[in-house]
């Protein structure tokens, strides 16, 4: 019997130095590989420190960003040679994108890279595409009353199924409206299978390359432009798309007159009455007066002086580094300057108007009633929407991912606002 146990003691002290020398090992391997791969360097203390930084700016979607740094650089597998060959792994250098702009740069190597980057951004180059702009639009606008604006500078694949909803929106209380997408990736084949639906309902929907020089002429935005074009600027660690977004959308009205929505706004009603208008996001609740405006909704005339100062205020005061400075604060620091001078007659529409639900907590519209007391404030709200709202902006950054429960504001909202209905759940 000793024996039995002696010999289990024995076999028992074998496994458990086995599995403690494959722990050891594995953990070995993972450290080799970690230590050997490309991006392990990346997870250095400035790349910590900037997603802290979204963290502390309470963006939810700052673990979602680190894996979408870490995706960019995702090993692919290249087949050399016949089938019998086994396939190596090689890291694939990230493209150079205008929505993703590098981390952990100084200034001067942030301002390199663009100007070493600047031929893959076709957006912003002239050319026989770009160049078709002009007449497109005059031609596309002629019979056109009342024109929306849009623009997209991301990839085609991410126009989805709420964007889609947002040009639904639009010609459902606005039939005979122009809708011109400013894109060069919608104008396309790609793109023009997404708007080849509206078309054959009769809704009069385009998608144009911009041509920058043409757009920017005669303001300020030309110089800025210029320093674009020589790579003498620094983009910034904010999305160059999305800055671009935000001039693009001021230069189109400027030119032409109209309305400019984001992609990721519902339409509740005609916009055929709303005029010179711009939207505040929220207000104090002491005061009840506005602190701050925001830039998704615009709707004003041809030439507005307010647009000229929103421009003139972007080419001089250009900062790539601060989210919302070239949008929202921008908007906000302008009309908090001319709004009681002469000329510049314009109104600023109440947050209900466009922006029925900050961004803190959007989420709210997308889920379903769980007692009698919040069905009766989703009741209350959706009948507040439908009196005095004109739009809803959705927030996509916080809401892209959330799914539209039965039952809820938002599932109200898709539901009533859309002309195919597909869904969008």
């Known amino acids: 019997m000793k024996i039995l146990k002696h010999h289990f003691v024995v076999f028992s002290s074998l496994l458990l130095f086995l599995l403690l020398l494959l722990i050891f090992q594995s953990f070995v391997v993972f450290h080799v590989r970690l230590t050997s791969n490309p991006i392990s360097d990346r997870y250095n203390a400035s790349f910590l420190n900037h997603v802290s930084t979204k963290i502390r700016h309470r963006e939810p979607n700052a673990i979602l960003y680190v894996l979408r740094e870490e995706i960019r650089h995702v090993p692919t597998a290249v087949i050399n ?22 981390l952990n740069m100084t200034q001067e190597n942030r301002t390199k890279w663009f100007r070493e980057s600047f031929a ?26 009342l024109r ?3 623009t997209w500078i991301s990839r085609i694949e991410s126009f989805g199924s709420r964007e889609r909803l947002s040009i639904e929106s639009v010609f459902k209380w606005n039939p005979s409206c122009c809708l011109l997408v400013i894109s060069r990736t919608m104008d396309s084949e790609a793109g023009e299978e997404i708007l080849r639906p509206f ?25 800025w432009l210029r320093k674009v074009e ?3 600027i620094d983009p910034g660690e904010v999305s160059f798309a999305q800055n671009l ?46 602190n701050r405006l925001n830039n998704a909704v615009l709707a004003f005339d041809k030439r507005h002086p307010l647009l000229f100062k929103f421009i003139q205020e972007f080419a001089l005061t ?62 209350a709200k959706i009948m507040q929407l439908e009196k005095e709202g004109y739009a809803i902006h959705l ?31």
């Open 81 to 102: 040679g016949s089938s019998g060959t086994k396939p190596s792994r090689k890291w694939v250098k990230p493209v150079p994108s205008l929505e993703q702009p590098p």
């Open 245 to 290: 977004s935000n001039i693009l959308r001021l230069a189109a009205l400027y030119k032409f007159g109209g309305v400019y929505i984001d992609a990721d706004v519902i339409l509740l009603r005609s916009f055929s009455g709303l005029k010179n208008a711009i939207g505040a996001q929220n207000r104090d609740p002491q005061t009840g007066r506005w």
């Open 230 to 232: 020589s790579g003498d």
């Open 148 to 150: 929306f604006f849009m």
């Open 395 to 425: 927030w996509n950054k916080q809401s892209r991912e959330l799914n539209v429960e039965e039952g809820s504001i938002m599932h109200h909202i898709f539901n009533n606002h859309c002309i195919f209905c597909h869904s969008v759940l």
């Open 199 to 223: 078309r054959s309902r009769g809704f009069r929907v385009m998608a144009a390359a911009p041509d920058l020089r043409y757009l920017f002429k005669k303001t300020p935005a030309e110089g």
């Open 318 to 379: 250009f900062d790539g580094n601060k989210w919302g400075h070239n949008g929202p604060y921008l908007a906000t620091r302008v009309v908090t300057r001319v709004a009681n001078r002469t000329g510049y007659e314009f109104k600023i529409m109440p947050p209900i108007a466009f922006y029925p639900v900050d961004w803190t907590r959007i989420y709210s519209y997308f889920i379903s009633p769980s007692d009698r007391g919040h069905a009766k404030w989703r009741s």
């Open 120 to 145: 893959s951004f076709k957006v912003l180059h002239s050319d026989s595409m770009s160049g078709q702009f002009s007449a497109k639009v005059k031609l596309f606008f002629k019979p056109c009353k």
